[in-house]
C-alpha cells in the first residue's frame, strides 16, 4: 500500500486526511434500498464528508456522485445502487 495515500494501523484508516474508526457492520440488506438524493446527502452530512471526498473513499467518480445526488427530474440523474448507499451509509455509521 502507497504509504502517502493510505495507512492502515489496528484501529482505523487514514485517507488523505479522513479518519474512519471502526465503522459498524450490518450486514447488507437491499429490501432497505432508499437512492433518494436527500437520503444520499443525509448521509454525506452525517459522515462529515464532501462529495467529492466520499466518492474517492467508496470508488466511484466525482461526475457519478453528483449524477446520484441531483434532482431525478434532471436528465443527468442516475439512481444509485444499494451497494453506494451502503457504503455511503457505513461511512456515515447508520
Known amino acids: 500500500m502507497n504509504a502517502t ?3 492502515e494501523d489496528s484501529s482505523e484508516t487514514t485517507h488523505e486526511g479522513t479518519r474512519i474508526h471502526s465503522l459498524p457492520h450490518r450486514q ?3 429490501s432497505r434500498h432508499d ?4 437520503y444520499l446527502r443525509a448521509l454525506l452530512a452525517d459522515a462529515g464528508l464532501t462529495q ?3 466518492a474517492k473513499l467508496i ?3 466525482d461526475r ?3 449524477a446520484h445526488l441531483c434532482d431525478p427530474s434532471i436528465p443527468g ?3 444509485p445502487s444499494y451497494a453506494v448507499q451502503y457504503a455511503l451509509e457505513q461511512l456515515a455509521r447508520r
Open 28 to 30: 447488507p440488506d437491499a
Open 77 to 79: 440523474y442516475r439512481t
Open 35 to 38: 437512492p433518494r438524493p436527500e
Open 64 to 66: 457519478q456522485m453528483r
Open 5 to 7: 495515500f493510505c495507512r
Open 59 to 61: 470508488g466511484i467518480s
Open 52 to 54: 467529492r471526498a466520499a
